[in-house]
Structure formats: C-alpha cells, structure tokens
C-alpha cells in the first residue's frame, strides 16, 4: 500500500512556541491531503483539508489562523501550531488521497505535548 | 457526525475468523463503505473499500448487502496483532477529491489466545 510519513514522531514544546509537523506522500503524489486531531479516548476529527497549491479548507470551529497549513507540492503538506498552548496538546495524524486508488492513507501521527 | 452505527466492541478467538458489523443505511448511491482499523497510538491503516460488490484483499473481505444498508468485514484468521479499533466510514472515492472521512466510534476489537 502507500507510505505517508510524518515528522517529527513527537514534539515536546514551551506554551506560546510554534509547531511544525510535516506529512508527506513518499511513493505517491496527493493533490489532497487532510490534517485530523484525535484527543485521548476520542475517535480522530477533521480539522482541514489541504490542497496542492490553494488555501485549505477547515472544518467548524478551528481557526485557521492557529493551525497554519501548507501544501507547497504534491507530496508535502505542513501543519502548524501556532502559540501552542496546553490544550493543543493531541495526537495530530495526516492523511494523503490518492486517487488511483480511490483512498486515504494515514500517517503515523504526531504526539504534540505543550507543557 | 458519522453516519455509520457499529457495536462498541467485539471479542474473538485467535485463529478464528472475525466478523464485524456495519450499518449505514442512509449511504447514497456514489458513496464507498471505506473499513481503517487504529492500533494504539498508530495512525488508521486502510484495510478495504467498496462500492456494490463484495471485495477480498490480502487483510480481509467486505460483505455489502445488496440494499448497500450494511456491510460486513472479516477476517478470516483473526491474530492477536489484529486487536485494534475498527471503523466503518462512508465517503466518496476518486476523480476530485470529496475524500472527507469522518470517523465515528468505531468497534473495538479484542484477540484473545
């Protein structure tokens, strides 16, 4: 199947910095790519799709302006924390569509811990 | 929120086959049943999808009834490395992408030995 990869693995960062997590597609090209955030116990949550070359789309209720994303290729997207603060503490996980076959793979995710 | 229902969790021997149901009885006509599984603290694995026929991989087979109201996925010789939670998700498949998956609860699936 295709490989997407994350990094880094885990963050460990002071409130008020900002985070950058890479997602890419290592033997594929995703036009698409979607950034989900799952809290513990919880089922994973969209926060915003990301497209080759335009602006993401983000779902209700994340703001754009905290959780920068970019999709300078077909093979890259990066989502960053901005200000992280405690309660962005989450387990962040990426996925690329590929649309030869017609699905979503999923990174291995980021553990993000804001202390 | 996810429009698929699935029991919260399952029990199954090692070695014997797994079958976990879905339901998704408002999935529209250009809509795929998509089945990920979640290991702990691993990102979803893609285990299959499908349309209107049943599908077979080299992980597991997918049952769709032909109302395409439910689904079933299974596998066959369950291991204890297939403990995971198992989701069933609508959504679209190919060409532009409408590829928003939106994860429910999941069923959570337990090997014993």
């Known amino acids: 199947g295709a490989v997407v990869s994350q990094h880094p693995s885990w963050v460990i960062c002071k409130s008020g910095t900002s985070v950058k997590i890479e997602c890419r597609s290592l033997?594929?090209?995703?036009?698409?790519m979607f950034w989900y955030r799952q809290f513990p116990k919880q089922s994973l949550m969209l926060m915003a799709t990301?497209?080759?070359?335009?602006?993401?789309?983000?779902e209700q209720g994340v703001e754009k302006d905290k959780f920068l994303i970019n999709h300078a290729s077909l093979t890259l997207s990066t989502l960053t924390v901005t200000s992280a603060h405690p309660e962005d503490s989450s387990f962040y996980i990426c996925?690329?569509?590929?649309?030869?076959?017609?699905?979503?793979?999923f990174g291995p995710g980021t553990r993000l811990l804001v202390l | 929120d996810a429009k698929t229902t699935q029991p919260t969790s399952m029990d199954c021997a090692e070695g014997r086959a797994a079958n976990l149901p879905c339901n998704h009885s408002?999935?529209?006509?250009?809509?795929?049943v998509y089945w990920y599984r979640q290991i702990h603290s691993q990102g979803p694995q893609y285990i299959i999808h499908?349309?209107?026929n049943n599908e077979t991989n080299e992980m597991a087979s997918l049952i769709i009834t032909e109302d395409r109201k439910s689904s079933t996925l299974i596998l066959p010789h369950a291991t204890l490395r297939d403990t995971a939670v198992y989701y069933c998700?609508?959504?679209?498949?190919?060409?532009?992408?409408?590829?928003?998956?939106?994860f429910g609860q999941g069923t959570i699936l337990t090997v014993h030995p």
């Open positions: 996925s690329a569509e590929s649309g030869e076959q017609e699905t979503q793979y």
């Open positions: 033997d594929f090209q995703a036009t698409t």
């Open positions: 990301s497209n080759e070359g335009s602006k993401a789309t983000y």
């Open positions: 408002t999935i529209s006509g250009n809509e795929y």
């Open positions: 499908g349309l209107k």
């Open positions: 998700i609508e959504g679209w498949a190919g060409g532009t992408s409408y590829g928003k998956l939106t």
